[in-house]
């Protein structure tokens, strides 16, 4: 008798301690499923009308992720505020307006906008006028880690780089360059933006093909022409030029250039490629239509219990936005109901327990903006981080969570990159799951998601996945998560009642029970040697 008497003592002084949650002495942080499917519900409601950037829906998230943050106990992320304000343009070329052209050989080409080529300014300013040359750069890659450089031997400042999408192909010796066929962020355009604007550049005009692509012309056409396209409007900008050319209008160009493309691309393939001056200019003004809006990321912080360690932090991420509102008839409302009131609703539900039981660390909950216009609120973090980013140990993201059921296996993909990689394998043991096997990344995934941001900056980072081994009625489950392919990125994204939430539950508690395990670990986690992305945190 005397034990269980001791036991019971035992189990009330705990339960003093952790006055919520009876059921195991509240030692463990467990996700609950009530909070995270009201959440889930309320965010993907019409109500909230799609939580599109610069809508009213988009506000109201706002408001309600700070009202949550505020009702749990957190600690404002920026100072006083829950706020972090992310200046945002949108910006949307005036073609008919725009006298620019291209010239080849002192002659115009014939080409027109959509059809053959499109451009936009990367520096939310309405009005240039260039007066350019053209320099054709191969991928316009300088990759220290391949020891790679596109651009040596030039200067590039005020030119207008021609370049193709993806990375150098591997070859007979090389099997491994640029790591296969999988593609690096050097293949992305988006990084094709950026480097450019590293060398000083006016402007970027990328060479379109399918395979390099890997879609078609008619999405960039989409994309570029009749549309308005969202870019930060502070920080670091883009250069005053970005644009696409069919390959058809790249052959027109170097053909009246007096160059053969096909030559050109070929010594592009190899390493002591240099850039390549071309008979050509970029002339007149281009104009286009520019907006600011102000958006906001929304920060909560649970602070750490180990003196020295809580100036650290472990950053748990979901972009809150979605496509909003759009058209006038019929249902008009984008409610992303996976895509992203999923990870929005669980970031809550496990800050309420990252709150009720802390970790050495602290651990900061991001809700993002503007993911959908180009991960945009993350961009805008990592360039004025809210907690240094030498001290910031891990980002793991969530975005668009499993709705099916619960799993074997979880995805991790991006975490063998660095240290994490170890420490997923034991969170995903402690809980009886695996890590799903890796899938070649041949479109670049890991680069299109918001901890990309983090990783660029030296955090290591990643966004957790549901896995595909369905526990419950496997092959009804998994016709279930296929069929969202229907739904992805379409009104009909919506929140249903009848959900299996046991996976949603369970990716939760697997990020909330990592991060945990990064928050209390004796040192921060480091990239492994060699990665693209191992440099010091900055
Ligand atoms: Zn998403």
Do not use: C
Not at 156 to 181: C, H, S, W, Y
Not at 199 to 216: E, F
Not at 257 to 263: I, K, N, R, S, V
Request: charged residues 20%.
């Amino acid at each position: 008798m005397k034990t269980s008497y001791v036991a019971s003592a035992l189990a009330m002084s705990l339960a003093l301690a952790f006055p919520v949650h009876a059921a195991d002495a509240g030692k463990n942080a467990v996700v609950q499923e009530a909070p995270l499917r009201a959440h889930l519900q309320f965010l993907a409601s019409d109500l909230l009308e799609g939580r599109g950037t610069g809508q009213r829906g988009g506000d109201l998230t706002v408001a309600y992720l700070e009202a949550q943050a505020m009702a749990l106990g957190l600690k404002p992320g920026n100072g006083n505020s829950f706020r972090q304000p992310v200046l945002i343009a949108g910006v949307k070329t005036q073609p008919a307006d725009s006298t620019l052209k291209l010239e080849a050989g002192g002659k115009p080409l014939d080409i027109s906008f959509g059809k053959d080529w499109v451009f936009s300014p990367g520096d939310a300013t309405a009005v240039h006028n260039f007066n350019a040359d053209l320099v054709f750069v191969g991928y316009g890659i300088t990759a220290p880690d391949e020891q790679w450089n596109d651009y040596k031997g030039m200067d590039l400042k005020g030119k207008i780089l021609v370049m193709m999408v993806n990375d150098p192909q591997p070859t007979a010796e090389q099997p491994n360059r640029f790591n296969g066929k999988g593609l690096t962020y050097y293949g992305r355009w988006t990084y094709k933006f950026e480097e450019a604007q590293r060398q000083g550049a006016a402007g970027v005009l990328l060479i379109h093909t399918t395979p390099t692509a890997s879609y078609g012309w008619s999405v960039i056409q989409n994309s570029w022409s009749g549309v308005e396209r969202f870019q930060l409007a502070a920080g670091t900008l883009g250069t005053p030029l970005q644009g696409w050319m069919t390959d058809d209008t790249a052959r027109a160009l170097f053909t009246a250039a007096g160059q053969d493309l096909d030559a050109l691309r070929a010594a592009a393939e190899k390493k002591d490629f240099k850039p390549v001056p071309l008979a050509a200019k970029l002339n007149g003004e281009m104009k286009a239509a520019v907006r600011k809006v102000e958006q906001f990321n929304v920060a909560a912080v649970v602070p750490g219990t180990d003196p020295k360690l809580k100036d650290e932090v472990v950053i748990y991420s979901a972009h809150w936005d979605h496509l909003g509102k759009q058209g006038d008839s019929g249902d008009t409302i984008f409610n992303g109901a996976v895509d992203n009131a999923s990870g929005s609703a669980a970031l809550l539900a496990m800050a309420a327990e990252a709150q009720r039981v802390p970790a050495r660390r602290s651990q900061m909950f991001l809700w993002v903006a503007a993911e959908e216009q180009g991960l945009l609120g993350s961009a805008a973090y990592a360039s004025s981080p809210l907690w240094p980013l030498t001290r910031t140990a891990a980002n793991l993201n969530l975005d668009s969570l499993n709705f099916v059921g619960a799993t074997r296996d979880i995805g991790t993909q991006g975490s063998e990159r660095t240290e994490l990689g170890k420490l997923a394998e034991t969170a995903a043991k402690a809980m009886g799951m695996q890590i799903a096997a890796a899938k070649p990344d041949l479109a670049g995934g890991y680069f299109r998601s918001d901890h990309f941001n983090f990783a660029k900056n030296g955090v290591p980072a990643f966004s957790i996945s549901s896995g595909r081994d369905y526990i419950k009625d496997p092959e009804a489950a998994k016709a279930k998560a296929q069929a969202y392919g229907k739904r992805y990125h379409q009104v009909s994204d919506e929140y249903d009642a009848s959900w299996d939430l046991s996976g949603m539950v369970q990716t939760a508690q697997y990020t909330l029970n990592l991060g945990r395990l990064i928050a209390n670990a004796a040192k921060l986690p480091e990239w492994k040697a060699g990665d693209a992305f191992a440099v010091p945190r900055n």
